[in-house]
């Protein structure tokens, strides 16, 4: 089994995921190869907190040129997770 650690790589700091916190909503780049179970336990394991709903979304690199050399940024995966009413917040993005 992996750690929770590894499943959650960073979060994810931008204007819209910060309008988002105040629906309770919480940005992450995750594990390509975890599915939305993992993922709600590495989350909840971590920061203590419930989840209640978990969105995920596969990211393709961007495109990009360097002269005529052509190359892609890796892809990645993204995942909303949803906290509960009753649950605390993520102290993490408390300050930003």
């Not at 916190?21 to 709600?40: C, L, P």
């Amino acid at each position: 089994m992996k750690s929770p650690y590894d499943i959650i790589r960073k979060p994810i700091v931008s204007e819209q995921s910060m309008d988002e916190m105040a629906d309770r909503k919480y940005t992450f780049v995750v594990d390509k190869r975890a599915n939305k179970s993992e993922i709600k336990k590495a989350i909840e394991q971590i920061f203590d907190v419930s989840v209640e709903k978990v969105n995920t979304m596969n990211m393709n690199g961007k495109l990009k040129r360097m002269g005529r050399n052509i190359g892609r940024r890796p892809s990645w995966k993204k995942a909303i997770i949803k906290l509960t009413d009753d649950s605390k917040t993520i102290e993490f993005f408390e300050g930003m």
